[in-house]
């Protein structure tokens, strides 16, 4: 027996099929279909573009320069340095990352602001450095040096310009064969 078709409703009560004329003119006439339709528009932005059969336009994401220097560790990751070899130590056949940084975030909590002072001085030693750097970045870009590529991208080129080369070299010496 099928769910849609006559052959169903003809097994219906007739009561039902009546109270459910009686319910679409009430309702206006509409089916559940175009109520649910309404519903969808009032969605979230990217529902309604996918209902409407568009894909919703990604963002590019930034290139990142790999010459850029590297922002530095905070106080606390300084310690948590220090403190996942200590805890290696003692626990060895702990291979739970989540565990360190649980004991390591408790064990933070409760050192005393002077016990805490040797890791806030490297670590601004660190931003100190680190922004000397990044000055020095900055001094570099301005002057017209960003348009220069990093070592990695110099010698990925180069090996694509050698690989080339090789192909171009060998395909000249099947054209002189014929």
């Known amino acids: 027996?099928?769910?849609?078709?006559?052959a169903y409703r003809s097994t219906l009560h007739p009561y039902l099929l009546y109270s459910s004329v009686i319910w679409r003119a009430m309702k206006g006439g509409k089916s559940k279909a175009a109520e649910s339709k309404k519903s969808d528009t009032k969605l979230s932005v990217k529902r309604?573009?996918?209902?409407?059969?568009?894909?919703?336009?990604?963002?590019?994401?930034?290139?990142?320069?790999?010459n850029k220097p590297k922002r530095p560790a905070s106080a606390f990751f300084v310690f948590m340095e220090e403190f996942r070899t200590q805890y290696k130590e003692k626990h060895p056949n702990n291979k739970s990352v989540a565990a360190v940084g649980k004991a390591g975030g408790?064990?933070?909590?409760s050192l005393s602001d002077a016990e805490k002072?040797?890791?806030?001085?490297?670590?601004?030693?660190?931003?100190?450095?680190?922004?000397?750097?990044?000055?020095?970045y900055n001094k570099k870009i301005s002057d017209g040096a960003a348009?220069?590529?990093?070592?990695?991208?110099?010698?990925?080129?180069?090996?694509?310009?050698?690989?080339?080369?090789?192909?171009?070299?060998?395909?000249?010496?099947?054209d002189d064969d014929e």
């Open 1 to 6: 027996m099928t769910w849609k078709g006559e």
């Open 48 to 66: 309604g573009a996918a209902a409407a059969g568009k894909k919703p336009a990604k963002k590019a994401k930034a290139i990142k320069d790999p």
């Open 106 to 109: 408790d064990k933070w909590k």
């Open 117 to 136: 002072a040797p890791y806030i001085a490297k670590a601004e030693k660190r931003k100190a450095e680190y922004e000397k750097n990044l000055q020095a």
């Open 147 to 174: 348009d220069e590529e990093s070592d990695k991208s110099k010698s990925e080129i180069n090996d694509e310009d050698e690989d080339e080369e090789a192909d171009g070299g060998e395909d000249d010496d099947d």
